[in-house]
Structure formats: C-alpha cells, structure tokens
T-cell receptor, first 116, second 113 residues
Framework: EAGVAQSPRYKIIEKRQSVAFWCNPISGHATLYWYQQILGQGPKLLIQFQNNGVVDDSQLPKDRFSAERLKGVDSTLKIQPAKLEDSAVYLC??????????????FGNGTRLTVT | SQQGEEDPQALSIQEGENATMNCSYKTSINNLQWYRQNSGRGLVHLILIRSNEREKHSGRLRVTLDTSKKSSSLLITASRAADTASYFCATDGATDSWGKLQFGAGTQVVVTP
C-alpha cells in the first residue's frame, strides 16, 4: 500500500510569513494526525481528525495555526503568521483507528520548516 | 506534556551487542507502542503491547510491560549498524484520552560496526 504522503519536504520562510503543509493519508484510514517535532524532542500532537471532524486540538496554537480535512481524506496545516519557535518538523500520520483493534500510526516523512 | 520518558537518552554499542532502553509513563494506558525514527525520516511502528500483555516479541525485538510500575522496556538483540536510529515509546491512554498517542523524548541509539 502507498504510504502517507507529505509536501513540501522542506520550507524556509521569514518570521511573520505564512506557510501551508499538505498531507495525503493512507487510503481508507479514518484518523489523521498532525504532530510537531522540535529537534531533539519527541513528536507533540497538534490535532487529530476522525474522518473530517476534529477529535482533539487542545495543543494547537489556534491564534496562528489552523488545520482542515476536507471530505475526510487530504489535510492541510497552516501557520499564519510564523514565529521563530515554529521551526520544527511537521509530521502527518494516519491510522485505521478502531476501539476493538488497537492500530499503529503510519507516518509520512514530514516537512522540515525553518523560520528565519 | 509528554507522557512517556525514555532512559537512557543516548546509547552507543557495537554490532552484535544487545541494546536495552526503558520507558516510564504516568497515567493508565490502553496500549504502549514503540517506534523507530531514522535521521530525517518519519517514525516507523515497531511493536504494540496491550495493557493486559506482559511481553511481546517481533524478530529481534522484545518488549515488556509492567503496568504496576508503569514502565516498559525494549530490547534489541544482536544489533546491526542499520539499527542506528532514535527509538520512541508512545502511550495510548485509556478511556477519555483514547486515541491520543503521546510520545516520549526518545533514546538515540548508535551501533558501530
């Protein structure tokens, strides 16, 4: 099966600019996640979708970050305006979540964002 | 906040040796998962152990879970240079935090030929 696709692979922007990341999950996976991974740290969950509805966005800085998942498939994550501390790798993951069967996450290779 | 904490932060071993890393967590879990991340890549799922399981094997990997101590260990036997990567534990919380996978800071493993 095709894996989780993310683009772009790298992005360099100046602070206060805006940026958008795109994710295409594995076909049929209902749950989609966006994680932020700062260098040397573990991934931190930003937002979790179940189909096209938001399950958890408690750690999403909503004053500057937004995310959507139209039609329950592809997703975009936007930052506007960007700050220096947003420099990180943004990872998208998908899962065939089911309460009865614990499902692992499948990750894309991420987008490395550098804010200067 | 991060639920799992890995120990050690870094580990350097030679090919053929075993590598052991530990993970401690704070709250009740539905399952615990281990992932590997090669430099510049996404995370790859290695093994999942449910809260009612105590030990699980997959190839050269052995995972144990002690829910009374809220800890897990990952053992890689007969390590190879290709095992060089960062290893993360992640907890899938019980009941109201189900599906919210929280990762630790990881253990960086270097295997030298």
């Amino acid at each position: 099966e095709a894996g989780v696709a993310q683009s772009p692979r790298y992005k360099i922007i100046e602070k206060r600019q805006s940026v958008a990341f795109w994710c295409n999950p594995i076909s049929g996976h209902a749950t989609l996640y966006w994680y932020q991974q700062i260098l040397g740290q573990g991934p931190k969950l930003l937002i979790q979708f179940q189909n096209n509805g938001v399950v958890d966005d408690s750690q999403l800085p909503k004053d500057r970050f937004s995310a959507e998942r139209l039609k329950g498939v592809d997703s975009t994550l936007k930052i506007q305006p960007a700050k220096l501390e947003d420099s990180a790798v943004y990872l998208c993951a998908s899962s065939a979540r089911d309460r009865l069967y614990n499902s692992p996450l499948h990750f894309g290779n991420g987008t490395r964002l550098t804010v200067t | 906040s991060q639920q799992g904490e890995e120990d050690p932060q870094a580990l350097s071993i030679q090919e053929g040796e075993n590598a052991t890393m530990n993970c401690s967590y704070k709250t009740s879990i539905n399952n615990l998962q281990w992932y590997r991340q090669n430099s510049g890549r996404g995370l790859v799922h290695l093994i999942l152990i449910r809260s009612n399981e105590r030990e699980k094997h997959s190839g050269r990997l052995r995972v144990t879970l002690d829910t009374s101590k809220k800890s897990s260990s990952l053992l890689i036997t007969a390590s190879r240079a290709a095992d060089t990567a960062s290893y993360f534990c992640a907890t899938d919380g019980a009941t109201d935090s189900w599906g919210k996978l929280q990762f630790g800071a990881g253990t960086q493993v270097v295997v030298t030929p």
